[in-house]
């Protein structure tokens, strides 16, 4: 079975400052991994995804994230935070062993300093 | 993008009675969908997958008959939680797979039940 560990359930940082949430997931086939952000009282919308091929995927809002199978890692950064960044922040993976029903991560709220 | 929408997006209702979520896929047909529970600065836990045209596998310790899960049709799956209690207040989401090889969903607004 797959499953996906997300350290640090609260990550601050200041509005211009690097962010990085990490991710680390488990499984012993090859994995799709997820990053999902959620506003306040909404659904999830997807930031962006590693299926195949190239390990460093780029997403919305310039978040990107490179899948690094030795380190079992799909770190989440973006360069310069925005206070519009401020958010819940959930990584997921999926296999084919697991019918390719997602696995979610316990989230990372980030909080965004002026 | 795919789009979900789910409605209400907030109910109230009185103990004992029955709620009613409807999760609709707008622009494509979507034969499995996932309805999920979040509970505050939690995660997503999922009840149940919902298949159109037959019933509703459910994630253990999840009570069928108190969410009742109905997917008639390829764009329509409702959640009713019936005889509601306080307890069952929470945030439901529902999403629907986009693509059945990789398990991306696309998720509706979520429907905020707080039971009096």
């Known amino acids: 079975a797959q499953s996906v560990t997300q350290l640090g359930s609260h990550v601050s940082v200041s509005e211009g400052a690097l962010v990085l949430l990490r991710c680390n997931y488990s499984?012993?086939?090859?994995?799709?991994l997820f990053w999902y952000v959620q506003y306040p009282n909404q659904g999830l919308q997807l930031l962006l995804k590693?299926?195949?091929?190239?390990?460093l995927v780029k997403g919305i809002n310039g978040f990107e994230a490179e899948f690094k199978k030795s380190e079992t890692s799909f770190h989440l950064t973006k360069p310069s935070a925005h206070m519009s960044d401020a958010a819940e922040y959930f990584c997921?993976?999926?296999?084919?062993?697991?019918?390719?029903?997602?696995?979610f991560g316990r989230g990372t709220s980030l909080i965004v300093h002026p | 993008g795919a789009v979900v929408s789910q409605h209400p997006s907030w109910v109230i209702c009185k103990s004992g009675t029955s709620v009613k979520i409807e999760c609709r896929s707008l622009?494509?047909?979507?034969?499995?969908m996932f309805w999920y529970r979040q509970f505050p600065k939690q995660s997503l836990m999922l009840m149940a997958t919902?298949?159109?045209?037959?019933?509703?596998?459910?994630e253990q310790g999840v009570e069928k008959d108190k969410f009742l899960i109905n997917h008639a049709s390829l764009t329509l799956s409702t959640l009713t939680v019936t005889s509601a209690h306080p307890e069952d207040s929470s945030f439901y989401i529902c999403?629907?797979?986009?693509?059945?090889?990789?398990?991306?969903?696309?998720f509706g607004e979520g429907s905020r039940l707080t039971v009096l």
């Open positions: 999403s629907a797979r986009v693509s059945l090889n990789t398990g991306e969903l696309f």
């Open positions: 499984s012993s086939v090859p994995p799709y």
């Open positions: 590693y299926t195949t091929g190239a390990t």
């Open positions: 997921a993976v999926s296999v084919s062993g697991g019918s390719y029903i997602p696995t």
């Open positions: 622009d494509f047909q979507a034969t499995t």
């Open positions: 919902s298949n159109e045209g037959s019933k509703a596998t459910y």
